[in-house]
Every structure is written in C-alpha cells, then in structure tokens.
T-cell receptor
Framework: EAQVTQNPRYLITVTGKKLTVTCSQNMNHEYMSWYRQDPGLGLRQIYYSMNVEVTDKGDVPEGYKVSRKEKRNFPLILESPSPNQTSLYFC???????????????FGPGTRLTVT | QKEVEQNSGPLSVPEGAIASLNCTYSDRGSQSFFWYRQYSGKSPELIMFIYSNGDKEDGRFTAQLNKASQYVSLLIRDSQPSDSATYLCAVPRIPILTGGGNKLTFGTGTQLKVEL
C-alpha cells in the first residue's frame, strides 16, 4: 500500500530533551515536506526537500532541523524542544512535476507533540 | 509572502444543498490553486487542483477561479453528511512546474457541516 508513515504518532516530552520524528514514504517521491498545524494558524511549512541532500526552509523553520540522506526518509529533529513547539506535525511527499504524476501531496497520519 | 484567506466557519448546509466555500488570495500572479479536505483528526487529502481561469468539475465538486477578483471557490453539489470536514485552500509559493505543489501556503480552512 502506497503511504507516508510517521513515528511516533503521539509524544509527550519535556523542554530541552532532543527528539526525532521519523517520516518514511514508499512511493519513490522526490519531494518531501514537514508541516505543523495549530488552531487558528492552519498548516505551515517547516522544511521541504526536493531530493536527497537537498533541503530548504519553509515558513517556520526556527527550532527545527531536517536531513535527507535517503530518498524514502525525511526525519524532523527538535534539538531543544520548547512549549511553543507543541503542535500537530504532518509529513508529506509528492512526485516531481513532469514525471506523469499529479501535483498532489500525500500526507502522513500526523504526530501530536506536547512539550511541557 | 503569499496570503490566503478563508472564512473559518462553521458553514452549515442541509443535506442535498450546494455548499459554497471561498478563498481569497493576495498575489495577483498566482495561477494555480489546491483544495484539500481534512476530516477531524485526520490528515489532509487533495480533492481539487485548478490551474486556469474558469471552472473545473470533478464529480460533485466544482472549483471556480476568478483571477480578476482574486478568489477561488469550491462548490459541493448534493452535499452529504460525509462531506462534513474542514476544507483548506492552498497556493504554491513557486511555479507549479518547478515544484510548487510541494511548497504551499495554506489558508486556515473553512469548517463545513452538512446537516440531516
């Protein structure tokens, strides 16, 4: 089954304790993204990647790191989480335009993070 | 920064009626738009992509783009209770053919409730 998976789905942690949220897709997509979703603010892009070793900042990159060492994986790293990073996080992937695919982004199930 | 504005709702319509959801955007140069649907507690899924001026129909869904007035609408005919969800409008921040489908600015979404 074609899908984007995220782990963990739920995480409660404390301020300053480094954490990683994993994201993996099995559709051979070039593009991958991380979003956070907050009430009243909608979905905001954190980082995106156009291919292996190619990443760029989205709208709200502060406090986050990413890496893309393999095509299928795009982990999100919070080196020193703070309470304002409490949010619902989505990973997404899409194929490159012109490869016969659509422009659709496929979203993972989400990770609900609480930082106390 | 491209801005996308949506009325948060909730928009309530009776079953079988036409639901009309609107989205305005600030960048007059924007040429393509996405409508994603998000059920409560779930991840967004693409329902419509529109590129040119005018209407695009897909089953019970019609997207209408009016570049002169800078708005894009989503009409849902014969609304069903299963259409109750939040509808997100999104605009690419870079041209769609260079990966804009992966670099989106989302509106905050309109909640639709279809009542029996």
């Amino acid at each position: 089954e074609a899908q984007v998976t995220q782990n963990p789905r739920y995480l409660i942690t404390v301020t300053g304790k480094k954490l990683t949220v994993t994201c993996s897709q099995n559709m051979n997509h070039e593009y991958m993204s991380w979003y956070r979703q907050d009430p009243g603010l909608g979905l905001r892009q954190i980082y995106y990647s156009m291919n292996v070793e190619v990443t760029d900042k989205g709208d709200v990159p502060e406090g986050y790191k990413v890496s893309r060492k393999e095509k299928r994986n795009f982990p999100l790293i919070l080196e020193s989480p703070s309470p304002n990073q409490t949010s619902l996080y989505f990973c997404a992937s899409s194929s490159r335009p012109g490869q016969g695919g659509s422009y659709e982004q496929y979203f993972g199930p989400g990770t609900r993070l609480t930082v106390t | 920064q491209k801005e996308v504005e949506q009325n948060s709702g909730p928009l309530s319509v009776p079953e079988g009626a036409i639901a009309s959801l609107n989205c305005t955007y600030s960048d007059r140069g924007s040429q393509s738009f996405f409508w994603y649907r998000q059920y409560s507690g779930k991840s967004p899924e693409l329902i419509m992509f529109i590129y040119s001026n005018g209407d695009k129909e897909d089953g019970r869904f019609t997207a209408q783009l009016n570049k002169a007035s800078q708005y894009v609408s989503l009409l849902i005919r014969d609304s069903q209770p299963s259409d109750s969800a939040t509808y997100l409008c999104a605009v690419p921040r870079i041209p769609i053919l260079t990966g804009g489908g992966n670099k989106l600015t989302f509106g905050t979404g309109t909640q639709l409730k279809v009542e029996l």
